[in-house]
């Protein structure tokens, strides 16, 4: 599949009674395209809404300052009155990675959020998580402490001059912290006992804080005063243990803060073990809100190490294996395209051919309709090979006798994993590449202006259905890597899928070069049409001779 940036936007708005002011905030994030607005939780008691929105990076931050600029107008801070802390119309607005981004480059989108917000908003932003300027900015509690009432005072003090926006107090909007931090999991593990004090000694020793160090029951403290602490297994995690009526069990509830330190599974298996040793069992577990991918997919193929499978398999098959393992399922069905992010925002639209059945992609594609053509069909035949690689790999990694090596064809089968969904993206991406140049035919042209503007579309459709096959070229020939791998060390029982999987391969660079040169013929840019071509015979070439090659040490097994 093709990499996408996502990050989460999770602002709160001091407004959580108020459904009217809530929702003309929220249609503001709703107008922003590429946005997807997931959830919307007012409190009453809190007087106060958190609101979870995803999408690319440059969108959400022009999502989150409508947003902004929105409650700065419907909110009247001065007014304000609820049982959390506050300090602003919108308090907080942090930002989150989610997939394909670093902390690095979601700091630089808080950065730029905070400087358009404060040059063109009455209000003062603090920066505060990884995107803190200080060093004791980074606590949000530091950051809020005095609330609202203590702005005046605050905003006088150098020290907490804002990061961007005025050093005045507005009573309207008071101010608002921009953050960037990590993703937070709130995960509950079920135990098979209703003791609460269980619960909470197998809490104790995985958080962070730990529990505090007692001799013959008195708390040990040290020279201060301060009451010593024997910390617990997992960093970056919260943990306390209560009893569910509902499910008539005890839990361990946590917080992951941090998941690149704490991973979801290591929680698990952390709690389980404790258990272990207290005599309880670990029954399942239950995940509350959404998750990123990455989240499951790790845990999958942590499960699928402790039993020597091989990890190249399918996104689907990993993810259940992860449901199956940490029990996300014992206490009601679990569905993944309603609790991982990025299946929430999928696009079913980009998604037509690859979608469809063998028999409809078939029919599709001989129907009057120019598309999907030779380049899709390329691309799909190259996403072939891949797989009948893959199935190689996968093959030799649970051949009996050869347990000692399936860590190395589990490497070769999640590589060729990652080539055929690689594929599978340009068989949708090709056709889409033909329909933009016919976009582009049907511009009008009736001006100078118009014809210019033509021109230009013309011609980046036509580059980009020149560079889509030419990457079809690339990725298949890369595939041949690991067919002539698998046809030289997998199980000789498939070496002639090996073979055909050359052949595909073989098939979708040559179909893909002709997709190349017949785009080519259409773009007035020699220098560039030249270096393509170039490009695209000596892929050709290479693949021909991988092919022959590979050919050669099938047929010589079989």
Not at 278 to 302: N, Q, W
């Amino acid at each position: 599949m093709a990499s996408r940036q996502l990050i989460e936007c999770v602002p709160n708005f001091s407004e959580g009674r108020d459904m009217k002011v809530i929702k003309q905030i929220t249609d503001e994030i709703e107008k922003i395209e590429g946005v997807k607005l997931l959830d919307v939780d007012p409190g009453k008691a809190t007087n106060r809404t958190v609101v979870t929105f995803v999408g690319p990076p440059n969108a959400v931050v022009e999502a989150a300052y409508q947003a902004i600029k929105k409650a700065s107008e419907v909110i009247d801070m001065s007014k304000h009155k609820g049982e959390h802390p506050r300090m602003g119309a919108t308090d907080v607005c942090p930002l989150i990675p989610i997939s394909n981004i670093t902390m690095d480059e979601v700091v630089e989108y808080a950065k730029k959020l905070g400087e358009k917000a404060g040059s063109t908003l009455d209000i003062p932003f603090y920066l505060y998580e990884s995107a803190a300027t200080h060093p004791d900015r980074r606590n949000l509690a530091t950051v809020r402490a005095g609330e609202y009432e203590g702005l005046p005072k605050k905003l006088k003090d150098p020290h907490w001059k804002p990061d961007y926006g005025p050093s005045s107090f507005n009573p309207k909007t008071g101010a608002t912290a921009i953050g960037a931090r990590d993703f937070l999991v709130a995960y509950n593990v079920n135990l098979n006992t209703t003791s609460v004090r269980r619960a909470n000694a197998i809490a104790f020793d995985v958080r962070e804080k730990g529990r505090v160090k007692k001799l013959k029951n008195e708390i040990q403290r040290d020279a201060n005063g301060e009451a010593i602490r024997i910390p617990g297994a997992l960093k970056s995690v919260k943990a306390i243990g209560w009893y569910i009526d509902e499910y008539n069990q005890a839990q361990i509830s946590m917080n992951l803060t941090n998941i690149s330190i704490t991973k979801l599974h290591e929680a698990f298996e952390a709690c389980r073990e404790s258990a272990n040793r207290r005599g309880i069992r670990v029954t399942g577990s239950e995940l509350v809100g959404l998750v990123p991918k990455k989240v499951l997919l790790d845990a999958g193929k942590y499960f699928l190490a402790q039993q020597q499978r091989s990890l190249g398999i399918s996104e689907e098959e990993i993810i259940q294996i992860a449901v199956k393992s940490l029990g996300l399922d014992e206490l009601g069905p679990f569905d993944p395209k309603k609790k991982i992010i990025e299946y929430l925002l999928e696009d079913n639209e980009s998604n037509l051919l690859v979608g469809k059945n063998l028999t409809e992609f078939a029919n599709e594609t001989a129907s009057e309709s120019p598309a999907p053509g030779g380049g899709s069909i390329a691309a799909y035949l190259g996403s072939l090979g891949a797989a009948l690689g893959t199935m190689v790999a996968n093959l030799s990694s649970h051949k009996r006798g050869w347990d000692k090596r399936w860590e190395e064809f589990s490497l070769v089968a999640e590589e060729g994993q990652q080539l055929k969904d690689k594929l599978l993206h340009l068989v949708d991406a090709d056709t889409a590449a033909f329909n933009a140049i016919i976009d582009a035919v049907r511009m009008p042209k009736g001006t100078a202006a118009e014809k210019e503007l033509r021109s230009k579309a013309m011609n980046a459709a036509t580059k980009n259905a020149i560079e889509v096959p030419l990457d079809v070229m690339k990725t298949s020939n890369a595939c041949f890597g690991l067919l002539r791998k698998m046809a030289e060390i997998g199980n000789p029982n498939s070496v002639s899928d090996a073979g055909v999987g050359a052949l595909c391969c073989k098939a979708a660079v040559y179909g893909a070069y002709l997709n190349v040169k017949i785009n080519c013929k259409d773009l007035d840019d020699a220098s560039y049409v030249s270096s393509v071509i170039e490009e695209a015979e000596n892929i050709l070439k290479s693949a021909q001779k991988e092919e022959s090659d590979i050919l050669k040490i099938v047929e010589k097994k079989l």
